[in-house]
T-cell receptor, first 115, second 114 residues
Framework: GAVVSQHPSRVICKSGTSVKIECRSLDFQATTMFWYRQFPKQSLMLMATSNEGSKATYEQGVEKDKFLINHASLTLSTLTVTSAHPEDSSFYIC???????????FGSGTRLTVV | GENVGLHLPTLSVQEGDNSIINCAYSNSASDYFIWYKQESGKGPQFIIDIRSNMDKRQGQRVTVLLNKTVKHLSLQIAATQPGDSAVYFCAENAGGTSYGKLTFGQGTILTVHP
């Protein structure tokens, strides 16, 4: 079946630094990628949607200059958390969808801790 | 809002029992629904899906029921096993201008006791 690889699985960074999270579709072309954030004991909240070669569409309340999304190819999307602060500590999850497909394949998530 | 997810609904069952997890959705334009299982520290794992032109779909040990009249979705797990312990989320494809995006429900914590 479809597989999405997300790296790193865990990252600890200092406040003020930037962190990049990668999401790769291994055996299909991901025309659309979604990025979610999940706080402890809460549901997944959609941050942004990106289509290959286009600018990402951000959900209301999500700062596009802080959460930079790049979807330069059909198999790779990246989320960069810029100038991270402790309140950005969360579980970030990507999902990918192929052209014409109904299904969504999720990555394994990245636990970001900002100290 | 009233529910910020700090008190997820919980369901505790004995191994071998059947489990029913419920979900209410709000968007009548949603046309595709998915149930996910999420174990601690992992991404959501697909369980079963259903389109709005159906009211029931069965998989291995799982059944999803869709009632569009009251906008209600349920997941039935037969002969629940300890390995089924996880958080379960329903998700809806919002349709319309939001076509393609998934909106997740609050989640239910399922605990299966041996």
């Amino acid at each position: 079946g479809a597989v999405v690889s997300q790296h790193p699985s865990r990252v600890i960074c200092k406040s003020g630094t930037s962190v990049k999270i990668e999401c790769r579709s291994l055996d299909f072309q991901a025309t659309t990628m979604f990025w979610y954030r999940q706080f402890p004991k809460q549901s997944l909240m959609l941050m942004a949607t990106s289509n290959e070669g286009s600018k990402a569409t951000y959900e209301q309340g999500v700062e596009k200059d802080k959460f930079l999304i790049n979807h330069a190819s059909l198999t790779l999307s990246t989320l960069t958390v810029t100038s991270a602060h402790p309140e950005d500590s969360s579980f970030y999850i990507c999902s990918a969808r192929g052209r014409g497909e109904y299904g969504y394949t999720f990555g394994s998530g990245t636990r970001l801790t900002v100290v | 809002g009233e529910n910020v997810g700090l008190h997820l609904p919980t369901l505790s069952v004995q191994e071998g029992d059947n489990s029913i997890i419920n979900c209410a959705y709000s968007n009548s334009a949603s046309d595709y629904f998915i149930w996910y299982k999420q174990e601690s520290g992992k991404g959501p794992q697909f369980i079963i899906d259903i389109r709005s032109n159906m009211d029931k779909r069965q998989g291995q040990r799982v059944t999803v029921l869709l009632n569009k009249t009251v906008k209600h979705l349920s997941l039935q797990i037969a002969a629940t096993q300890p390995g089924d312990s996880a958080v379960y989320f329903c998700a809806e494809n919002a349709g319309g201008t939001s076509y393609g995006k998934l909106t997740f429900g609050q989640g239910t914590i399922l605990t299966v006791h041996p």
